[in-house]
């Protein structure tokens, strides 16, 4: 193992260790004496790579984002494209214990995004991205005829990528009324009317 990889294997021990503190703590309470405990490693090599909690967060934000575009990249585009967007929009859905914990890191995430610059446009950027993504599966489903010609596909992806996001945070709010089931079956609903139409 060559010295950079080894310091970005860390830095991901690290953010890994971030995670789950947030997931169990919340932004505010979180503190680079935690998240090196949780690492297993000291606070000073956490801010061997880290120089402050700040600069540590914005690596955790942009961490989030890439595990959940890995995970989109590991769908494979087939037909029919109906059931891709459903699997895409997925990816984005707490529908495992790990998903569950990653929202509550994201929601932590996106509330300091208000107040820090930098994370907004971390958290700004990673959108644009989903919904260009989003965009050109709608444009995919319209070449294959699954999808109506007269559809708006960038209205639509922003459309579904604000309903998805509704459902992560009705069941950060609530729970079981909004379980891994419902949250599931209304995705499934709302991409059967889209593509009926």
Known sequence: MTLHEDADTRRGQVASALMSVVADKGLARTTLADVARTAGVSVGLVQRYFRSKDELLRFGIAYVYRRSEERIAAIPVEAPVRKFVVRLMETSLPLTSERRAELRVWLSFVQASLTDADMAAIHRDATVRL????????????????LGADIDTE???????????????????????FGASRIGAALATYVDRLFDR
Not at 131 to 146: F, N, P, S, T, W
Not at 164 to 176: E, I, P, S
């Open 155 to 177: 209205e639509e992806a922003a459309a579904l990528v604000a309903f998805v996001d509704g459902l992560c945070l009705h069941h950060a709010a609530t729970g079981d009324e």
């Open 131 to 146: 919904l260009r993504g989003v965009d050109e599966a709608l444009r995919g489903a319209q070449r294959a005829g699954e």
